[in-house]
């Protein structure tokens, strides 16, 4: 899963509703009436982009934009106090007002697509502001932002050492009245949401009291122990508050069906009722079990994929074994010239940091940043608890054995998350690019990944192994639950037995994995419906494309004039390409 957002870093609060919460009135110039449609819609991207990264500093300082009309953005903080969110409301409300005044206009194709990602993100985070209001029942938005905030301007080379570090310390010295307008707008929380917010958090703790207090420079020493003490009594505050004062007042994690209907016509860009997309799901998750019935033959499917899965890590090789399947994978994009990957890799494999773990139990990519992608992109792997008992341990390995940990890579690196966010990070003019980078369509995303999973299997990767196309097929097979799951919890009051049988007993999941899985379908919505869409979504545009070239299609060739698209909504793209 991509780290988008950028989860990437807190882009997803840009994509939450909270991106303008530091607006100033002039960051959303009105357009000229006499403009023409072109210089309008440009006008549009431009605000959108620039203002709203203006209006969000932790999301700035991860796309790489660090000063806005003279204003340093890497030492600030998003600001969710009344005022802030109020100017978020007039600052969406102003970018939709222009965009209505240009319905009928007629524009290029590549203009069209821009503005219906600007329009899908304003409407959902007007959505976020007047009806969803996370703000005021999910803790782990304030944790994982001062996670983002603390962390980028640690590993992004943006600056000189020093430099980013009085950034930090600045950051430090405005958590206390972060952390109070956290307290200020929390109503009541999920139990999970409260759970998960004070694991990340204790994360947020050991970052400023040891991995970045052991790296400050010398010279910097002192300033940083003075800016950590408030903060991280702040943070202990917070988690105090957390764990006494606001579980006793919870609420309902499920979104709704009105709400989730609303949501997923934004995030997802379809037509598609919920109903629609779960008959769906649900029709194909039966035509993949049988298709593992037949491969599997005359064995069980159970019993096949026991067998997959008895190749896997150790815990002390399990991180070595990642970077061993992005080797192999990349050594297999080249062979087959799937597409054109840059002669360097800028792409390295750490650890996922700790305030994260709670959505990525497993993994995921933080791309580099749009505007500054030489300083290089990251896949994330949780490992594995030295304290877990040897239970989870061994279900966690089986879960991702040699074949699982194939695909993963494939989905999150190669040629999947990082080739299309390199891709996404040559496009022109800059404003494009970061629009489509950061705020650009989930299905496309994800679909773009899940699609390579299944396209590097069938053309033969690991000669052609019968076990990697089980485990691509318990992937489909995942992706499939992961849409029943989300509509079903999140609408139909599905249960969390219910959720634990479906991945446990019809889709082949280990207990381990089903058990973050459920974590991560309480933390979000509409998120694990991408993949099943997009996949979808990317197989009819290739079908499309092949259609209308059927003298000169090539793999090659349509990898890579969709990818230099960026992340459009996949009608678009089908649409730009001719």
């Known amino acids: 899963m991509r780290n988008r957002r950028s989860i990437k870093i807190l882009m997803a609060l840009a994509a939450a509703g909270f991106t303008a919460a530091m607006a100033a009135s002039a960051a959303t110039p009105a357009a000229a009436p006499a403009a023409a449609p072109a210089a309008a819609a440009d006008a549009i991207v431009s605000d959108f982009v620039y203002g709203d990264l203006a209006l969000t500093p932790v ?78 029942h999910n803790p782990t938005i304030y944790v994982e932002l001062v996670g983002n905030g603390l962390y980028n301007p640690y590993v992004l080379d943006y600056a000189p050492l020093e430099e980013r570090y009085r950034h930090i310390i600045h950051r430090l010295q405005g958590i206390p009245a972060l952390m109070a307008q956290a307290r200020a707008n929390l109503r009541d929380a999920p139990e999970v949401w409260n759970r998960v917010a004070r694991e990340e958090n204790d994360g947020n703790i050991e970052l400023a009291d040891k991995t970045l207090r052991a790296a400050a420079p010398p010279a910097l020493a002192g300033e940083y122990a003075k800016a950590a003490a ?36 934004y995030v997802l860009h379809t037509d598609r009722t919920s109903e629609q997309l779960l008959a769906a799901a649900e029709a194909d998750l039966e035509a993949t079990r049988a298709e593992m019935a037949r491969l599997a033959a005359p064995r069980s499917v159970e019993e096949a994929l026991a067998e997959v899965a008895s190749e896997h890590a150790t815990p002390a090789t399990y991180m070595d074994e990642v970077r061993k399947t992005l080797a192999e994978a990349t050594a297999f994009v080249r062979q087959k010239d799937l597409l054109t990957l840059a002669s360097d890799s800028n792409l390295a494999v750490i650890d996922t940091p700790v305030f994260m773990r709670g959505i990525y139990g497993v993994g995921g990519f933080n791309p580099a940043p749009a505007l500054e992608p030489q300083l290089g992109a990251f896949y994330w792997m949780t ?196």
């Open 59 to 136: 999301a700035a300082t991860a796309a790489g934009y660090h000063v806005h009309d003279q204003r340093r953005l890497d030492g600030l903080w998003d600001d969710y106090s009344v005022a802030g969110i109020a100017k978020a409301r007039r600052f969406n409300e102003e970018l939709l007002r222009r965009l209505d005044a240009l319905n009928g206009a007629t524009l290029d194709a590549e203009r069209a697509a821009d503005l219906e990602i600007v329009r899908d993100n304003v409407n959902l985070n007007l959505l976020e502001i007047d009806r969803i209001r996370d703000y005021r």
């Open 230 to 265: 408030p903060a991280l009594a702040s943070l202990r505050d917070f988690n105090k508050y957390l764990a006494e004062r606001l579980s006793a007042h919870t609420s309902d994690w499920r979104l709704g069906k009105d709400n989730y209907e609303r949501k997923c016509r």
């Open 383 to 578: 490992p594995i608890p030295a304290d877990w008992p040897q239970a989870r341990i061994d279900s966690k390995l089986r879960e991702y054995n040699r074949y699982g940990l194939q695909q993963l890579t494939i989905h999150e690196a190669m040629p999947g998350h990082y080739v299309q966010a390199e891709y996404a990070n040559r496009i022109e003019p800059r404003a494009r690019r970061v629009l489509r980078a950061i705020w650009g369509n989930g299905p496309y995303v994800e679909g773009w990944a899940f699609y390579t999973q299944k396209m590097m299997t069938d053309e033969g990767y690991l000669d052609n192994s019968k076990a990697l196309r089980l485990a691509l097929l318990k992937q489909v097979l995942r992706a499939e639950a992961n849409t029943v799951l989300d509509i079903r919890l999140q609408t139909m009051d599905m249960t969390d037995q219910q959720a634990l049988d479906l991945m446990i007993k019809q889709t082949f999941q280990e207990r381990e994995e089903a058990t973050a899985k459920l974590q991560r379908a309480q933390l979000s919505s509409c998120q694990l419906d991408m993949y099943y869409a997009g996949f979808k979504g990317w197989y009819a545009v290739r079908d499309h494309y092949q259609q209308r070239h059927p003298q000169d299609f090539s793999l090659k060739r349509f990898h890579e004039q969709a990818l230099n698209e960026g992340a459009v909504p996949l009608p678009a793209l089908d649409r730009l390409l001719q």
